[in-house]
């Protein structure tokens, strides 16, 4: 999978360039997102844009990551489909995840 | 209108990822089916990622066999393998939903997939039969 990085003035903004986070891409994913936050990027963007399925192994990296920043960064995300806030809402995991509308919306949480 | 299909693939999560697209792409089109097509795909696809992941560990040399069969009515979707089967434990385990703001603890990073076949199907049943592990759901299509 690619891992698009684009650093930002305050974070690092992940493009995902895959229409599905699954099983297939999972892993690469978590060891993509893990390299940052051990590169220091702790505040860290995904623009889900592409995204239109995510099951519970994709879920399971983006909640990997959090834990893994735990009180040192925050990961949050934008260009979120109807179909994967739909999983957000069955799996309740709207309650922890920071979602935005759009990217500006998100970025600027930072000003 | 009435359908039965079925699949032999190699019980990866790239054959996973095959059926779950294939089946999606057929439910999309049959017009009872259609709305719910997304959230059969993930159950669908979340009994297939428990059958590469924990029943054949990745092995890819383990067959899975899925059967898709609609009467009109309901949809029954049958996976079998011949993997180690699933946990017990992975079957009955409690899925602690997050709380509001539960931000940077522990959450808990699996145990999500059963949960969603619970929240999808109206019906699930895990069986041995003869060397065979059986998963079959069902879903009423009103």
Redesign the interface.
């Known amino acids: 999978m690619q891992c698009n990085q684009e650093k930002q003035e305050h974070c690092v903004v992940l493009r995902i360039e895959e229409n599905r986070l699954d099983a297939v891409v999972s892993q690469d994913l978590k060891e993509c997102l893990l390299t940052m936050i051990k590169n220091g990027d702790t505040d860290i963007g995904i623009d889900m844009s592409p995204v239109d399925f995510v099951d519970s192994t994709g879920l399971g990296v983006l909640v990997s990551v959090l834990n893994s920043l735990g009180q040192n960064g925050s990961l949050f995300f934008w260009g979120v489909s109807s179909s994967v806030k739909s999983m957000f809402e069955l799996t309740q995991l709207y309650k922890v995840f920071e979602i935005y509308e759009t990217e500006e919306d998100a970025l600027a949480k930072f000003k | 209108m009435k359908f039965k299909v079925q699949y032999a693939i190699p019980g990866t ?2 054959g ?2 095959a059926v ?1 697209m294939s089946l999606h792409a057929l439910l999309g089109n049959i017009a009872p089916l259609s709305e719910h097509a ?2 059969l ?2 159950a669908i ?2 009994v297939m ?1 428990n059958v ?2 924990h029943s054949y560990s990745n092995d890819q040399d383990g067959e899975m066999l899925v059967q898709a069969e609609f009467d009109g009515k309901a949809i029954k979707i049958t996976i079998r393998d011949r993997g180690t089967g699933p946990k017990l434990e992975e079957i009955v385990e409690k899925f602690n ?14 145990g ?2 059963l ?2 076949i619970s ?2 199907m109206d019906n699930v049943e895990y069986d041995k039969v003869g060397e065979e592990n059986q998963v079959q759901m069902t879903k009423e299509i009103t």
Do not use: D, V
Request: glycine share 6%.
């Open positions: 999560p790239l996973s990822r779950a997304s959230r795909e993930l696809t979340e990622n590469a992941i939903l997050p709380k509001a703001g539960q931000k940077n603890s522990n959450l808990p990073q699996s999500r997939g949960f969603i929240q999808i």
